[in-house]
């Protein structure tokens, strides 16, 4: 069974960092592209950034483009992202999403970012 | 880029049928037939409904089915349930330089 399990998030004041970490089992990690996907509350989806299976590409939405990191540890089956000068309006819930023929097929159950002073 | 377009709300009785649009150009889902369907229910994390416009995971309901025509995309959903009541977002493939994945902003099915 596919299991995708986040952590990290918390209470942050802006301008600050956070690192998520997402958790993966039962499945072959070093094999699947994977994305970070995030949803403020009350409001959709938006995605936010996507790494290939071995870390050599990734790539950003605009609105955390030089701010978020994302990266992975395939030896460790864990998807990282490193997310600096925090803002309020990053303030969601992070779900990781592993990626079969550009499709989210499977989701974590998230972790809540709150950005606040 | 702007989010796929798809109407706030939409409702229907148990038993009836309901169609979401989900309407976007050329650069994502007119353009590729990577058109993915999610259910989201309070709290809880996306599910794959459909994907690649019309196609279901194992397990899903054949009373779940997805379509596409030029950039509008639809998931009708027949013989209506309580379960059924969620909130549906699309997602398609996009060639826009800005992202790779663009999302609809989401319709909350209300089965009365």
């Known amino acids: 069974e596919v299991q995708l399990v986040e952590s990290g998030g918390g209470l942050v004041q802006p301008g600050g960092s956070l690192r998520l970490s997402c958790a993966a089992s039962g499945f072959t990690f070093s094999s699947y592209w994977m994305h970070w996907v995030r949803q403020a509350p009350g409001k959709g989806l938006v995605w936010v950034s996507r790494?290939?299976?071995?870390?050599?590409?990734?790539s950003y939405a605009d609105s955390v483009k030089g701010r978020f990191t994302i990266s992975r540890d395939n030896a460790k089956n864990t998807l990282y992202l490193q997310m600096n000068s925090l803002r309020a309006e990053d303030t969601a819930v992070y779900y990781c999403?592993?990626?079969?023929?550009?499709?989210?097929?499977?989701w974590g159950q998230g972790t809540l970012v709150t950005v606040s002073s | 880029q702007s989010a796929l377009t798809q109407p706030a709300s939409v409702s229907g009785s148990p038993g009836q049928s309901i169609t979401i649009s989900c309407t976007g150009t050329s650069s994502d889902v007119g353009g590729y037939n990577y058109v993915s369907w999610y259910q989201q229910h309070p709290g809880k994390a996306p599910k794959l409904m459909i994907y690649?416009?019309?196609n279901r995971p194992s397990g899903v309901s054949n009373r779940f089915s997805g379509s596409k025509s030029g950039n509008t995309a639809s998931l009708t959903i027949s013989g209506l349930q309580a379960e059924d009541e969620a909130d549906y977002y699309c997602s398609s493939y996009t060639s826009s330089s800005t992202l790779e994945v663009v999302f609809g902003g989401g319709t909350k099915l209300t089965v009365l």
């Open positions: 690649d416009v019309s």
């Open positions: 790494i290939n299976s071995d870390g050599s590409s990734t």
């Open positions: 999403a592993r990626e079969t023929r550009i499709t989210m097929t499977d």
